[in-house]
T-cell receptor, first 115, second 112 residues
């Protein structure tokens, strides 16, 4: 049973380009979370999605960032017109259900470097 | 004030030592508590959950004090392989969200 998969693992973008990060949850998981870890900082929640729905995007920057989790295919975190401050590790997690005892399983992360 | 606060360390200890990490959280409504472990440049992995009066798993013991809003992790007989960053995590149940709130982590380096 494959774990949470993220690709690419490393992504280099120039300022102003777009970055697309993909997350395939564990089999049978319909809840996806995105977290960002800036250098020397803790993980910060960005967005929580279920299939075809954004449930909580309270941690998403208001501009340039968007996320989706279509009926088919992986969840996508999209960053438009990247800036140097977007350089970070982006982790995706999935869980099989909602609830206070639902463990979130993390993927290996995508390390975004903006030059 | 950060919602979850930890001493960043680093904690440098010899093999076999006992080491304790502390964490405080600011939201008295927080209902779930965890310790995660993160190795350098890798994803966080759940070490143990902490419920009500705490729990033990081998060399690891986690305690929760709701009145003081304080969580601790004790590692006995440290191994070289315990070297990592330990993340204190809380979850506030309710509404539509199920997000985890992470502390910045405490770095542990176990020396031979």
């Amino acid at each position: 049973n494959a774990g949470v998969m993220q690709n690419p693992r490393h992504l280099v973008r120039r300022r102003g380009q777009e970055a697309r990060l993909r997350c395939s949850p564990m089999k049978g998981h319909s809840h996806v979370y995105w977290y960002r870890q800036l250098p020397e900082e803790g993980l910060k929640f960005m967005v929580y999605l279920q299939k075809e729905n954004i449930i909580d995007e309270s941690g998403m920057p208001k501009e340039r960032f968007s996320a989706e989790f279509p009926k088919e295919g992986p969840s996508i975190l999209r960053i438009q017109q990247v800036v140097r401050g977007d350089s970070a590790a982006y982790f995706c997690a999935s869980s099989p259900q909602w609830g206070f005892d639902a463990e979130q399983y993390f993927g290996p992360g995508t390390r975004l470097t903006v030059t | 004030r950060k919602e979850v606060e930890q001493d960043p360390g680093p904690f440098n200890v010899p093999e076999g030592a006992t080491v304790a990490f502390n964490c405080t959280y600011s939201n008295s409504a927080s209902q779930s508590f965890f310790w995660y472990r993160q190795d350098c440049r890798k994803e966080p992995k759940l070490l143990m959950s902490v419920y009500s009066s705490g729990n033990e798993d081998g060399r690891f013991t986690a305690q929760l004090n709701r009145a003081s809003q304080y969580i601790s992790l004790l590692i006995r007989d440290s191994k070289l392989s315990d070297s990592a960053t330990y993340l204190c995590v809380v979850r506030n149940y309710g509404g539509a969200t199920n997000k985890l709130i992470f502390g910045t982590g405490t770095l542990l380096a176990v020396q031979p």
